[in-house]
């Protein structure tokens, strides 16, 4: 007897929008997956997308640009293209969606494959779990929402612990929440099971609601000196990319579940 399977759920279509010199990518709702700014492509347009990179101050700033960085969710390809482009890293983008990654090669300047990009059609929470990625990476960075936009589609304690698993020591992961949800609280809560209290911080929510989370591998926060002068350095080698670093150091917190 054949043996039925569940059927495979339907992705949503990749849509894009165009306001104000900015193209914006949805999957068929009127959320925003991601954006770019046409004229100034290279520009980190979101604000959400500014902060999750402020995972760039946890790294030494003589390690600005060694090792792998991985991002699991595409969205306009903003991240992929900073951490590939800027940066000079190894990166890897997992993406569900294959249209998703088509609208990103077609109209978000995605490039294409090649010695350091590798972007993959893949569920996040396989790659994640995969042994073979186990203390690869130096930047994960993590936005794993669907067309709804409600909360994470990955989200426990399991998912963080692999997310851990796979950073190297002293490596960085970056999450963005939604702060203002109820769902906040038990995600932050999945995120200190996994990492520990010690090992996590935030930045205060944007205007919108998103509540960047950074999570490391045995490292800690430097001195409010350091993290000035890393700051600078961002800001100095990355201008063009509008990352406000200095700004972040004054949404920085402490988060305990």
């Known amino acids: 007897m054949a043996t039925r399977t569940a059927p495979i759920p339907r992705l949503p279509e990749a849509t894009i929008s165009e306001y104000d010199g900015v ?102 929470g396989a790659w994640v779990h995969d042994p073979a990625h186990l203390g690869s990476v130096q930047l994960l960075h993590v936005d794993l929402y669907d067309q709804e936009a409600a909360a994470p589609v990955l989200d426990d304690a399991r998912f963080y612990a692999a997310c851990r698993g796979v950073l190297a020591e002293g490596g960085v992961m970056s999450v963005n929440l939604f702060g203002r949800d109820a769902s906040f609280d038990y995600s932050l809560s999945q995120i200190v099971s996994a990492f520990g209290s010690g090992q996590v911080c935030g930045l205060r929510p944007t205007r919108e609601g998103n509540s960047v989370v950074l999570a490391g591998r045995d490292v800690m926060l430097p001195d409010r000196a350091t993290l000035l002068d890393r700051a600078a350095t961002i800001e100095a080698r990355f201008g063009a990319w509008g990352l406000p670093a200095r700004k972040w150091l004054r949404m920085l917190r402490p988060l305990a579940p």
């Open 23 to 124: 193209r914006s990518l949805h999957l068929g709702t009127i959320w925003i997956q991601g954006s770019m700014r046409i004229a100034r492509p290279d520009f980190v347009e979101l604000d959400y997308v500014q902060r999750m990179l402020a995972s760039l101050l946890w790294l030494p700033s003589g390690q600005l640009g060694r090792g792998h960085a991985v991002q699991l969710g595409l969205g306009a390809g903003a991240i992929t293209r900073f951490t590939l482009k800027a940066l000079r890293m190894h990166t890897t983008a997992v993406e569900l969606n294959p249209a998703v990654i088509a609208t990103c090669r077609h109209s978000f300047h995605l490039p294409a494959d090649g010695p350091k990009l590798q972007v993959l059609t893949q569920d996040a």
